[in-house]
């Protein structure tokens, strides 16, 4: 069984570019991540989608991130236009089940840098 | 809101050394406690959990136990390897708006010498 993907898994643009990163969750999924790691820092909830609906929102850092999951399989998160603050690594990840002991299955990030 | 606070790394041992990792979270409701670790190039993968009071997680020679009165998941191993050289991350899961997001401290980088 795939894991969960993520693509690019390194990405290098200018300050005012626009960057799309790609997630493709565990198959049967209906719960889908997004985080973001700053160097040396926590982990950061940016937002949830259950199935194609956004569950939560709340850690998105404003309005030039959009996230979106067509028919509830994967998912892109678009960052127009990117800041020097924006570089970290984000992370995706899946659950099947929204119950809180269940684990959450994790892609192997991707690598943003903003020069 | 839930927060994990993680000691900060990184910690450097010696092969056979013992190892603790602190960990410490403040949560709303009663939160399932997690250790994840990332391998170098690696995403995250779950090494143990605990659900509930007083509850051992366990995997690999790891293990950390659910302390509510002290609101702690300290991670000890008894004697490291060089391949457990990582980032280990404390996390929790509660219930946050009607959803249960997992909530992850800053992770704590461990390196191991032969």
């Known amino acids: 069984e795939a894991g969960v993907t993520q693509f690019p898994s390194h990405s290098v643009i200018e300050k005012g570019q626009t960057v799309t990163l790609r997630c493709d969750p565990i198959?049967?999924?209906?719960?889908l991540y997004w985080y973001r790691r700053v160097m040396g820092k926590e982990i950061k909830f940016l937002l949830h989608?259950?199935?194609?609906?956004?569950?939560?929102e709340s850690g998105m850092p404003n309005n030039r991130f959009l996230a979106e999951r067509t028919g509830g399989t994967y998912s892109t998160l678009k960052v127009q236009p990117a800041e020097l603050e924006d570089s970290g690594v984000y992370f995706c990840?899946?659950?099947?089940?929204?119950?809180?002991?269940?684990?959450?299955?994790f892609g192997q990030g991707t690598r943003l840098t903003v020069v | 809101g839930d927060s994990v606070t993680q000691m900060e790394g990184p910690v450097t041992l010696s092969e056979e050394a013992f190892l603790t990792i602190n960990c410490t979270y403040t949560?709303?409701?009663?939160?399932?406690l997690f250790w994840y670790v990332q391998y170098p190039g690696e995403g995250l993968q779950l090494l143990l959990k605990?659900?509930?009071?007083?509850d051992k997680g366990s995997n690999k020679g790891f293990e950390a136990t659910y302390r509510k009165e002290t609101t702690s998941f300290h991670l000890e191993k008894g004697s490291v390897q060089v391949s457990d050289s990582a980032v280990y991350f404390c996390?929790?899961?509660?219930?946050?708006?009607?959803?249960?997001?997992?909530?992850f401290g800053r992770g704590t980088s461990l390196i191991v010498h032969p």
């Open positions: 990840a899946s659950s099947q089940d929204p119950r809180p002991n269940t684990e959450a299955f």
């Open positions: 198959s049967g999924h209906d719960n």
């Open positions: 989608f259950v199935k194609e609906s956004k569950q939560d």
């Open positions: 949560a709303t409701g009663y939160p399932s």
């Open positions: 605990a659900t509930k009071a007083d």
């Open positions: 996390a929790l899961t509660s219930r946050t708006g009607g959803s249960y997001i997992p909530t």
